[in-house]
């Protein structure tokens, strides 16, 4: 019943109109509360630029996980769909921009109650043409084709709840590989990499921490140098690319020598418990395991609103976009087989974008609960299986 109304394309356009007006209620405030667009003028410009912004994230939405039929050609998504969707929208981009919101604002409504109504006038108006318009086919062959962006059609293609796991002889972790990637950590890395070594002899994980120095101009290397004197197994290299976080992680990533690779931040901020416990989840032949903070048993302390909001926002896009259940894809605490590392090589991203790249090329999707609260999310692997299912 749930996979039927998951799949049912209004229920799916709805979703996707509801993170649109999310992201378009998001830009409202932050032009008129943060930017300081309190004019009429101003307060109409704003509601322009976020509709548009908010139309455009919406087409690609609806085009890649409601109507996934049709070309993905730059002629046929810049000449042809998006003109037709800004055509299709067009009737109630007017009657919001000229009619609702100077009406609504001319009576007090706050921006946030205007801009649902604006929702709720134009959704039916752009289900309607989008579906016999913007989104047909050109044929019916075409009705379930997708195209996926490079580097994620294999793990998209794969159906990750139906594939049972293959075997495989021997699927045990000898040894686990932690990398930090670390800029300017001179006051923290000492004491992270301690209480993760601590937390893993205890029991009696044989493992590596390898520090990525992400070229600090701090005293980090110094204390690198101290760390791995006092404990050989806790190593550190130079990032040989650009800085940021993404390069470090990848320079961490070829240089790993463990069985399987977490990778944790240099401030302390990942539970070395939750470390054990993604090590043992692993040993039971599973290939990835992610842990959410935004679940029953995980918390964020200390967390800035407004990165909070960004947070929810982008993991929700994320979300829809690629029709995923894990909620936390930005957390970057995550733990791979180092075949499944290989089989997602080569990484692409610079920075952050780092700890999306990963997952979603890393496979299907599976959620269990443990029994003492801790919530995780395994991940089935495209490339490493056994054949006990989910």
Known sequence: MLTKIYNNKIFRFLIAGGVAFLINLFLIYWFIDDLGFNTQFLKNVANVISIEISLIASFFIYRIWVWTGGDWTIRDVILIQLPLYHLSAGLAVLLRVFLIFPFLNWLGISPGVNTMIGVLVGASINYVASDSLVFKPKNKTNETEMYYPEGLAPAFQMDGYSHPRQSRDNYAVKTLSIVIPAYNEEDCIESTAHLISERLEEDKIDYEILVVNDNSKDNTEAVLQKINQENPRIRYINNYYPNGFGFAV????????????????????????????????????????????????????????????????????????????????????????????????????????????????????????????????????????????F
């Open 250 to 389: 990848r320079c961490g990533l070829e240089n790993f020598s463990g069985d399987a690779v977490a990778v944790v931040m240099a401030d302390n901020s990942d539970s070395p418990d939750n470390m054990v416990d993604y090590y043992y989840k692993l040993q039971e032949g599973y290939d990835c395991v992610f842990g959410s903070r935004f679940i029953k048993g995980g918390k964020v302390i200390d967390y800035p609103i407004h990165k909070l909001i960004v947070n929810r926002l982008a993991n929700l896009f994320i979300q829809v976009l690629f029709g995923l259940k894990f909620n936390d894809t930005t957390n970057a605490f995550k733990i791979y087989r180092k075949e499944v590392i290989e089989g997602i090589s080569p990484l692409l991203s610079h920075h952050f974008n780092l700890t999306v790249e990963m997952p979603l090329k890393a496979g299907g999707f599976q959620v269990k609960t443990q029994g003492n609260g801790q919530s995780l999310f395994i991940y089935s692997s495209l490339y490493l299986v056994r054949k006990t299912p």
